[in-house]
């Protein structure tokens, strides 16, 4: 199990440097080979045409003003204008085309990193805060942005660049050439001194923006709480802090990337320098004033290039802690998995075995001991007892949302192991105590299992759920639109609608959690009649808290510190005078009603 994880605790830095991650983003890149291919001939030609300027310069120099040959002069004039119009398109070409390939690029890696993350269990999600995990699909992958598109132009176009350079130098003066380089393992060693630094500094930086993410997440998801107990004063000090953390670690990572730039700078500076000093000492001995003047532009083409690779090596470095932590993403294996031997669960009757079942979260705490009991095809289950006594946990494994540690789930006689999540999935109507509405219409929401529903079905489905009702009332009525988490409905018409989105996608086997605890009185009478309907012919596991709406049920589960105590019909367990009749008895006590005899 991943380890647990809070807004203000760090992520743990696990990773070493590794180039491997390179290698995985060049991966990305395979599928725009020819869109590549034809971008790298656009740079060469640019690079040459950019090339002939101070070649055009020196042969005006040097033969041309000389020999006063004004025929040659216009033709040079016209070769060079004609190049600059062509480097211009290039330019243009180039910046269109790689922006394009480094968003192909984020689109692919954003697509896989969500892929994943839908496939990721429950536990996954138990463990970390989900702020931390939107920064990484969303602001991780976009610092790659500026490093796969203006990054990767500018490092192709720059090699190219600095190869034809030198290539030019050496075919002007060779010796001049060499001393241009002499300062180069300079740069290489104080790049090498920074990169892990920078590394560094930039995983803090991202740990503090994840925790400044998750906190921020956290503050709009519990707003409601927050304003009700006015504690906005003590949210904004941890913001603040957080903020606070951001910022230093912030300014201490641009500290130290913003050490090669200078350094870069003055080694250009000081190599040129040093070409002026050896070429005009050597000025009519193997250096003419046209050649010096050349080189001059040449050197400024050399060095630009090498500042920009550092700049990009640099961009690399930074990216790199962003890179860890998608890559990690990508890598988390999901504990819940097809298995290689997995079939599809043919279509299901419904019949339900747990046997010996054992079951922790955590190492050592086990929340179901030896759970054991059958259900047939078609009835009513209901599971009840105290407050964390595992009722959840147990239809938690029937959807295997996790796996049992020890004993067997079983469904029609399959281990709900040896078949394919989806198929078993796809026969359960799973409503959860979180009822969750999506951003969309009301349609949308009740159409969500069942994705090729007709209009009339989906309101058939909310008309015997009595999820019509109120829809027609509204101004849009099913065309109605929500917000995430359905904001803008009462709980119990979010109950309803999702009551119907189960009903609609017609499963064999039903799980309702809590799912009765939100809707008032009247809706409930409206509802239990929905309810038989909606439970007519399936297996159906309902927990509630309230006893008054699963009397009915065939049989009734008193569940208390991981396992079943009790277990029978409503008539049965209040003649057995146990825990189930004192749970019901105190709830009627807390009415102020009379206790009803069984
Ligand atoms: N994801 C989790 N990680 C660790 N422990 C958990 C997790 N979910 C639940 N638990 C623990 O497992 C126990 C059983 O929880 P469960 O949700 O099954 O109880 P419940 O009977 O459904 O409670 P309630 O009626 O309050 O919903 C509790 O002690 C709870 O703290």
Redo the contacts with the bound molecule.
């Keep these: 199990m991943a380890t647990r994880n809070k807004s203000n605790v760090d992520e743990e830095l696990t990773k070493q440097f590794n180039w491997h991650d390179y290698k995985r983003l060049a991966h990305y890149l395979k599928p725009y080979m020819t869109k590549i291919y034809l971008i790298l001939i656009v740079i060469i030609l640019a690079n040459v045409a950019g090339m002939l300027g101070p070649y055009f310069t020196k042969i005006t120099i040097d033969t041309i003003i000389p020999n006063k040959d004004y025929r040659q002069l216009w033709l040079i004039g016209g070769l060079f204008t004609a190049s600059l119009f062509f480097i211009g398109w290039c330019l243009r070409y180039r910046i269109y085309h790689i922006t394009e390939l480094g968003q192909d690029v984020l689109k692919d890696m954003r697509l896989d990193i969500f892929q994943h993350l839908q496939r990721l269990s429950?536990?996954y999600f138990?463990n970390r805060p989900h702020g931390k995990i939107l920064i990484r699909v969303v602001n991780y992958i976009n610092t790659l942005s500026d490093l796969l598109s203006n990054g990767l132009v500018n490092l192709i176009s720059d090699v190219f660049n600095v190869i034809i350079t030198l290539i030019f130098m050496f075919a002007i003066n060779a010796r001049l050439t060499w001393y241009s380089l002499i300062l180069i393992p300079v740069l290489v060693i104080m790049v090498w001194f920074i990169q892990d630094r920078q590394r560094k500094a930039y995983q803090i930086l991202s740990n503090k923006q994840s925790n400044l993410n998750a906190y921020i997440h956290e503050s709009i998801s519990g707003i409601k709480v927050t304003q009700s107990f006015a504690r906005e004063k003590e949210n904004f000090r941890i913001f603040n802090e957080d903020n606070e953390a951001y910022r230093t670690s912030w300014m201490h990572a641009v500290k130290i990337q913003f050490l090669l730039w200078p350094g870069v700078q003055n080694i250009a500076v000081l190599t040129m320098s040093l070409i002026y000093f050896v070429g005009i000492r050597n000025i009519g001995v193997d250096v003419s004033t046209g050649t010096l003047i050349a080189f001059i532009g040449y050197i400024n083409n050399f060095w630009n290039p090498v500042i920009n690779i550092g700049n990009f090596y640099n961009s690399l470095i930074t990216a790199t802690a962003y890179l860890e932590r998608i890559f990690e993403t990508l890598d988390e294996k999901p504990e819940i998995e097809d298995q290689s031997q997995a079939k599809n669960l043919p279509q299901i009757q419904g019949h339900v075995t747990f046997d010996h079942v054992y079951f922790r979260?955590?190492p050592g705490k086990n929340?179901l001991t030896d759970v054991n009991f059958h259900v047939d095809q078609g009835q009513s289950v209901a599971l009840v007892?105290p407050?964390?006594?595992?009722?959840?946990?147990?239809i938690n494994l029937l959807s295997r949302f996790y796996d049992v540690n020890e004993g067997d789930v079983k469904i029609d006689d399959h281990d709900v192991r040896d078949v394919t999540l989806s198929s078993l999935r796809k026969q359960m109507g799973v409503m959860l105590?979180d009822t969750f509405i999506f951003s969309g219409t009301i349609m949308d929401n009740i159409r969500y299992g069942k994705l090729d529903a007709t209009d009339e079905e989906v309101v058939a489905a909310a008309k015997i759920v009595r999820a019509d009702d109120f829809i027609s009332e509204l101004k849009d009525g099913y065309q109605t639109k929500v917000e995430e988490r359905g904001s803008t409905l009462s709980a119990g018409q979010r109950q309803l609608v999702a009551f119907a989105r189960v009903l609609l996608a017609d499963p064999r086997i039903l799980i309702l959690d809590?799912a009765t605890s939100s809707i008032d009185t009247k809706t409930e009478e409206l509802l239990q009649s929905g309810l038989l309907a909606l439970l007519k012919g399936r297996t159906s596991f309902i927990?509630a808290?309230r006893l008054s709406t699963i009397k009915n049920c065939d049989q009734i589960f008193y569940?208390d510190g991981g396992q079943i105590m009790e277990h029978g019909t409503h008539d049965e367990l209040m003649h057995q005078h146990g825990l189930y009749y004192q749970l019901y008895q105190s709830q009627y006590e807390m009415l102020k009603l009379e206790p009803l005899e069984a």
Aim: without cysteine; hydrophobic residues 30%; glycine residues 16%.
């Design positions: 429950f536990s138990d979260y955590e929340i007892g407050t964390g006594a595992g009722k959840t946990t147990i105590q809590e927990i808290h569940i």
